[in-house]
């Protein structure tokens, strides 16, 4: 339930309703909306308890009809929400770009990589330190090393790191390494790996998973704002589907809608949906062009000798491509990319490294 507060509503009036609310023993969210103040009332609420707000001085309306994600609605929370991690703003005019490889495979790897999507205009850098995999036989990642390593990536490149947590009891582990705390597609409704997340500072990007509906992403957000944690970033990285020709189907239409429905900002994984590094740019311009506010790809030097995921993975040159594309694109919809490249249009990303002989 919200109440809204009329424009002339005083602050004692406002301090009265809050008051009462917390009194009764109702978690309560205040956010302005222009000239007017939406209290939104966290949980279940009886009748009695709309009428006697509806009576109370400086409310204008009560409403009911609120979805049950109070926090992250925008019901509850008309203002966009900028998420702030490592000196980038996701969810403001920029059009953000996370790009790194699936797999930490090496030292000498990631720095290559970092270095590479660094100069290409990426905004933060993803790299998988734990990996879960559908397969046991896969590869499931370095571990502690990989964090280790993506510091190192850190410290020479300037990036914030965005990496998969797994299970709750690696959240803090992982957190003093990450700007940003992923949650993968098969974790989405790990909801005590949520919790974990929500009790903890640092930003939580969260993926929808391959068969969970947008309101099931919404309700498994609003797990990691009730428990402290509001900056949360939503993903759409496709859905299954009956369409066998590619990984995933990317639901495009998810952004708008999910940008009508919440204040959270909303970015998209192209990769995962597309399965193959050809399509990959065409999908992230489109969700640009829907609306999104960034994309989060894969990225490898060398896509072929890749731990995993190297078919889904842009080449550095591919990357840099993609990244031109996305200017055009994100001007064309009045946002912006940040980054400029070499006027010439010469390549400003290094080629991959000569292998080993």
């Known amino acids: 339930m919200i109440a809204i507060l009329s424009s002339g509503c005083t602050l004692k009036e406002k301090t009265d309703v809050v008051r009462l609310l917390e009194i009764l ?29 509806a009576a109370m001085p400086g409310v204008r309306e009560t409403r009911r009809d609120v979805p049950p994600y109070a926090l992250v609605s925008r019901e509850h929370h008309p203002e966009t929400t900028v998420v702030r991690a490592a000196g980038v703003e996701i969810g403001g005019d920029e059009v953000v770009v996370i790009a790194g490889p699936c797999s930490v495979e090496s030292e ?28 046991p036989y896969g590869f499931q990642g370095l571990g502690e090393e990989a964090l280790d390593l993506l510091e190192r990536a850190r410290e020479e490149t300037g990036l914030g790191i965005v990496t998969e947590v797994v299970s709750g009891e690696d959240v803090p582990r992982v957190a003093r390494t990450a700007d940003v705390l992923q949650v993968g597609a098969r974790n989405m409704q790990n909801f005590r790996l949520l919790e974990a997340c929500g009790r903890q500072g640092k930003p939580v990007l969260l993926k929808r998973s391959h068969m969970g509906t947008i309101d099931e992403l919404l309700l498994a957000a609003e797990y990691v704002v009730t428990h402290g944690n509001p900056r949360v970033i939503l993903c759409e990285r496709g859905i299954r589907t009956f369409e066998t020709a590619t990984r995933n189907t990317l639901d495009v239409s998810a952004v708008p809608v999910l940008k009508e429905r919440t204040h959270l900002p909303v970015i998209v994984d192209p990769s995962h949906a597309a ?36 078919r889904q993975s ?17 001007a064309a919809v009045d946002r912006r990319l940040g980054v400029s490249f070499a006027p010439s249009g010469g390549p400003t990303c290094p080629t991959a490294s000569p292998r080993p002989t």
Do not use: N, Y
Request: with cysteine; hydrophobic share 45%; aromatic share 4%.
């Open 275 to 310: 399965g193959r590094r050809e399509w990959v740019p065409a999908l992230a311009a489109a969700a640009v062009a829907a609306g999104a506010d960034g994309s989060i790809v894969e990225v490898h030097d060398r896509p072929d000798e890749a731990l995993s995921d190297g």
């Open 25 to 53: 023993g109702h978690r309560v969210s205040v956010s302005p909306f222009g000239r007017e103040t939406i209290v939104g009332v966290v949980g279940t609420s009886a009748p009695e308890l709309e009428a006697r707000l």
């Open 108 to 135: 000498a790897q990631i720095l290559r990589i970092a270095r590479g999507v660094a100069a290409c205009g990426a905004r933060l850098l993803r790299g998988g330190a734990f990996k879960p995999r559908t397969s």
């Open 314 to 330: 842009l080449t550095l040159q591919g990357f840099e491509a993609m990244m031109r594309r996305l200017q055009r694109v994100a």
